[in-house]
Structures are given as structure tokens and as C-alpha cells.
């Protein structure tokens, strides 16, 4: 079992900056591939980056790439999502996932361990 918790959510203005984390235990962490995902409200949960197990690989939702960057430490058991340039639409409840797999993963069915959120909201 896999334990994720996410932190570093808040409130912030359009165009500034938020970083989240997720701190993992429980397993071998680098054995993990990490995705992050984000629910609105009254929406249906959506992919927004994912990295392989070594941070070679990355991928992004075409309305995050270039603003946001998905980046992990597995010394520390951590992995990042800086956001850059926040819009209103970013507003929404960001979870952290994990799967075990070497490889990236994009759909949400292929995750297994899921933390509890961190609330992001934009003003503008």
C-alpha cells in the first residue's frame, strides 16, 4: 500500500504561482509511477501530468503544458507540480496518484493510490 498526502494548495491570483507537493510512504517509491489530476466542481476528474519512475518521462493536459512542470525527488519520496501562470479555469481540487509501473500513464483507471487532495483556487 501506498500512502499519498498533497500539500501547498491555496488561494492565488491569475498569473501567479503555486507549488504542490505529495509526499509518499509505504513502498519503494521509485517503483512508482505519479500522476496528478484535478477535479472542479460539478466536473469530471481530469489528468494534468504524469512522470515516470526515473523523471525522464513526462507528460501534460494541452492546457497546462508550458505553465505547469511535473518533476520528482525519489530520495525524499516526493513529487512536484509547479504552476505557473494560473487561469480561473486551473480552480479545482488537485489530487496525487500513483501506480506501479516504470512507464508515464495518462488515464486515471490505470492509478491505484490516490491522497486526498489540495484545494487551488485562482481569483482573477
Known amino acids: 500500500q501506498v500512502q499519498l498526502v498533497e500539500s501547498g494548495g491555496g488561494l492565488v491570483q491569475a498569473g501567479g504561482s503555486l507549488r504542490l507537493s505529495c509526499a509518499a510512504s509505504?513502498?519503494?517509491?521509485?517503483?512508482?509511477?505519479m500522476g496528478w489530476f484535478r477535479q472542479a466542481p460539478g466536473k469530471e476528474r481530469e489528468f494534468v501530468a504524469a512522470?515516470?519512475?526515473?523523471?525522464?518521462?513526462?507528460a501534460y493536459a494541452d492546457s497546462v503544458k508550458g505553465r505547469f512542470t511535473i518533476s520528482r525527488d525519489n530520495a525524499k519520496n516526493t513529487v512536484f507540480l509547479q504552476m505557473s501562470n494560473l487561469k480561473s479555469e486551473d480552480t479545482a481540487l488537485y489530487f496525487c496518484?500513483?501506480?506501479?509501473?516504470?512507464?508515464?500513464?495518462?488515464?486515471?483507471?490505470?492509478?491505484?493510490?490516490w491522497g486526498q487532495g489540495t484545494q487551488v483556487t485562482v481569483s482573477s
Open positions: 509505504g513502498r519503494t517509491f521509485s517503483n512508482f509511477a
Open positions: 496518484a500513483a501506480y506501479r509501473s516504470l512507464v508515464v500513464a495518462v488515464e486515471a483507471n490505470e492509478y491505484n493510490h
Open positions: 512522470i515516470n519512475w526515473s523523471g525522464d518521462n513526462t
